[in-house]
């Protein structure tokens, strides 16, 4: 049990850390219009740690001039505070922000056992919640349990390229031969020291990432999940972000690391729950294929060369398609769409992504960093042919380093498009 003199000390610092923000620093970021404001809903932001999700919260309270009381659990002060320290901590919220403040923003309250219980009693009274977490079972699995479905769930992504290029001041729109370059410099930045808010202004980027990582790997699972084997855990998700992009093999990953197959599945899941990883699942009509086969991507590619003893290759196709997959997510998360890989059997080329409006293809993408090659250009278009008409979809996309232009090929037409004009689309 955490004392009230305690709880009030821990609360008047940050408050006046808050107070001492500048707005106008801030990144416009795209999830801002997904926040509701007067509902009653509780608006729950999940991401990865330090990808933006409390400053995301404070720059819209503040732009709304939305009165509101704020208290960080993720404080060495608050460890250990329980269900029954919570009531305590609403006492002292009205006590610094005044009893009629209707707005509560509780960050990474999932830190403590039953908060769920505390947020649905604050909701009853009509009281408007906001919480961030970096755990996406833990908030989307025991929200939908005890709210009964009264949230909005909004999922932060670090920087997107179009908001790297707005913190660096990058002109995002000239056709100048110097703002054609700047870009192409940027980008290249981008897809090699990532997009997390906080490294753009670091020089030593290597150790904040690898502060980063185990931070994530011990707070949201190691003692989130109680296991006691971290030296696999940590060997198994360098692995994977050392070969993004790549289909897991669970027996060969249980094979090396001398665990289980069950216990690595339940690694890979737990990497994906704190968002150091995200999986894409195969596109089938059957719901037995597409749990086999996923692939995995890194959160953000920043983590792929940043760590200690990475050894990430340098392959700028497989980055520049780890970048359109999160890319994806941030973008069809706000349209309900889903993403998979296409590849019917051993022998055929893949497609990198194929976006479905449930069981419905809609776009088809391929990714490829140089197809100035006609046998490169040939395997690329050719996959998404094939594609196209076993899928029946039209809507063909390429993204690569070349040009932005149409083309025709077999009688279909595919959009090309250069990374830079993809990734700064609307």
């Known amino acids: 049990m955490i004392d009230e003199k305690t ?12 107070e001492s923000y500048k707005p106008r620093q801030w990144i416009s970021r795209k999830e801002e219009s997904l926040f509701e404001f007067d509902s009653k809903l509780a608006q729950v932001v999940i991401g990865v740690r330090r990808s933006g ?3 995301l919260c404070h720059q819209v309270l503040k732009e709304q001039n939305i009165r509101y009381a704020y208290a960080n659990l993720d404080d060495d002060r608050l460890a250990g505070m329980e269900t029954k320290d919570l009531n305590t901590l609403l006492s002292c919220l009205y006590q610094i922000y005044g009893t009629d403040i209707s ?34 079972k833990l908030l989307s699995g025991e929200l939908a349990t005890h709210l009964t479905g009264r949230y909005n769930e909004i999922r932060l992504y670090p920087f997107s390229f179009s908001e790297y290029c707005d913190y660096h001041q990058i002109d995002k729109d000239k056709i100048t031969t110097k703002a054609d370059a700047e870009r192409k410099r940027a980008f290249m930045d981008y897809i090699n020291d990532g997009g997390f808010p906080e490294i753009q202004s670091l020089r030593n980027k290597r150790g904040y990432v ?38 897991v093999n669970y027996e060969e990953l249980a094979a ?17 729950q704190a968002f150091l ?43 520049l398609e780890n970048v359109v997959y999160i890319e994806l997510l941030r973008r069809c998360s706000k349209e309900f769409l889903d993403v998979y890989y296409y590849r019917p059997d051993a022998r055929q080329k893949e497609v990198d992504f194929v976006v479905c409006n449930r069981n419905k293809p809609k776009e088809l993408i391929q990714v490829a960093y140089d197809i100035e090659k006609p046998k490169t250009f040939d395997r690329e278009t050719s996959a998404l042919i094939k594609a196209a008409a076993a899928l029946d979809c039209d809507n063909l996309t390429l993204i690569t380093f070349a040009p932005s232009e149409t083309v025709e090929v077999g009688g279909r037409k595919i959009q090309i498009y250069s990374a830079i004009d993809w990734l700064l689309k609307d």
């Open 7 to 18: 709880i009030l000390q821990v609360l008047l610092e940050q408050k006046e850390e808050v």
């Open 53 to 55: 999700k409390s400053t």
């Open 103 to 136: 707005h509560l923003f509780f960050d990474e309250i999932q830190d403590v056992d039953g908060w769920y219980l505390f947020v649905n009693r604050l909701l009853r009274t009509n009281a408007h919640i906001f919480i961030t977490g970096s755990n996406a």
């Open 210 to 247: 690898q502060s980063l990582t185990d931070a994530i790997l011990q707070k949201d699972i190691q003692r989130r999940f109680k296991i006691r084997n971290i030296d696999a855990l940590r060997k198994m998700a360098n692995h994977l972000i050392n070969n993004a992009c790549q289909i």
């Open 256 to 272: 090396t690391l001398n665990v289980s197959d069950k216990t690595i599945k339940k690694y890979v899941d737990y990497l994906q």
């Open 277 to 319: 990883i995200q999986l894409l699942p195969k596109h089938s009509y059957k719901s037995k294929e597409r749990i086999l086969g996923e692939k995995a991507y890194t959160i953000d590619t920043g983590l792929e060369n940043n760590r200690n003893h990475s050894m990430a290759g340098e392959n700028i196709g497989w980055r």
